[in-house]
């Protein structure tokens, strides 16, 4: 297992490029429900395939996720994780305004997360001159331990992981949903030569 | 004309593109802040001609500098620069007092506009 511990530039840099393209997402989300989006720091941590569980509340062992892998040009590539309570899930039908049975709550979590994760992930791409395709989203069983059980099969395919964690809180609502970002450590390299020419440019 | 700047943001590649940004006569007297509450001790022990100011910060954010220079009469103009493009919160710094927002990342002749319009350059 080796150590890919980014540079204090290079994770600034990377924070920037987050905070741009959470910026953006955040108001897709704010006019996709009408209400305001209110934004958090962005923390940006290396994590391993057994210590990643313990960084995603392990408490709350009942939530929705909808995972949705990324992968760009340059060997850029990831897995995006939107991470639901159910009392936040819950209110979805209401936030989006559909009537009572005319989306199912997990077709409505997989309309949101899909929003948000190609946004965001659209708007970081441009910004290093990079473009992303994506997988369909997917709803992992929005039952008890679906995240636990979804990060052992991770473990499969890597052993360290950047993990980049957003909070989209709407104010309106107490609604709030994690957008957590997974890229393994093979993509971290050519993340990092992305990092380093946009430095080199300032 | 001289003014003297300060740039508050807690990306040091953020405080780097609003300073390259700058036109060479505003670039003289420039200091940095990398959070709100960095910005206003600075704010209370100097005077500035303007604020260069972003959002979403750690400590104190930037509607916590907005609402400190109100509450303390602070003169100086104050430009958000985020990515937080959300409408509501648009209106919310101009309502606090800010000259403009401009929208992460800045551009330099977005942001020479602005100085321009508020007679500045």
């Avoid at chain 1, 204090?8 to 959470?22: F, G, K, P, R, Y």
């Avoid at chain 1, 995240?147 to 499969?156: D, F, R, T, V, W």
Wanted: aromatic share 8%; hydrophobic share 40%; glycine share 4%.
């Amino acid at each position: 297992m080796s150590n890919f511990n980014l540079t204090e530039d290079q994770q600034d840099c990377l924070q920037e490029l987050i905070n741009v393209a959470m910026g953006q997402a955040s108001d897709q989300l704010a006019r996709y429900l009408d209400t305001f989006v209110y934004l958090k720091v962005p923390s940006i941590e290396q994590v391993s395939s057994q210590s990643l569980i313990g960084t995603l509340n392990p408490s709350d062992t009942t939530v929705a996720v909808v995972s949705q892998g990324f992968f760009g040009y340059e060997g850029i590539r990831g897995e995006a994780l939107l991470i639901y309570q159910p009392k936040d899930s819950d209110k979805l039908a209401d936030l989006l305004g559909y009537e009572p049975d005319e989306l199912s709550v997990e077709e409505q979590i997989i309309d949101l997360s899909s929003i948000l994760t190609t946004t965001f992930l659209n708007v970081f791409a441009s910004q290093i001159e990079n473009q992303m395709s994506y997988s369909a989203p997917r709803l992992l069983a929005s039952h008890k331990g679906a995240i636990s059980e979804h990060i052992e099969q991770q473990s499969y395919n890597w052993d360290l992981a950047l993990k980049v964690k957003i909070t989209y809180q709407v104010t309106d609502y107490s609604f709030n949903c994690d957008m957590v970002l997974l890229i393994p450590e093979s993509a971290i390299v050519n993340i990092t030569d992305v990092l380093d020419r946009i430095l080199a440019s300032f | 004309m001289s003014s003297s700047i300060l740039i508050c943001d807690d990306s040091n590649l953020a405080r780097k593109q609003v300073l390259r940004s700058l036109p060479d006569i505003l670039s003289a007297d420039v200091q940095l802040a990398t959070n709100g509450q960095e910005a206003l001790e600075l704010l209370t022990s100097q005077n500035f001609d303007i604020l260069f100011l972003d959002l979403t910060m750690p400590i104190l954010d930037g509607l916590g500098v907005l609402q400190g220079i109100k509450e303390n009469n602070t003169n100086i103009a104050v430009f958000v620069i985020s990515a937080d493009i959300q409408p509501e919160m648009q209106s919310k710094v101009l309502s606090l007092g800010a000259k403009a927002f401009l929208k992460k990342p800045v551009k330099k002749e977005v942001l020479i506009e602005q100085l321009q319009q508020h007679g500045f350059l």
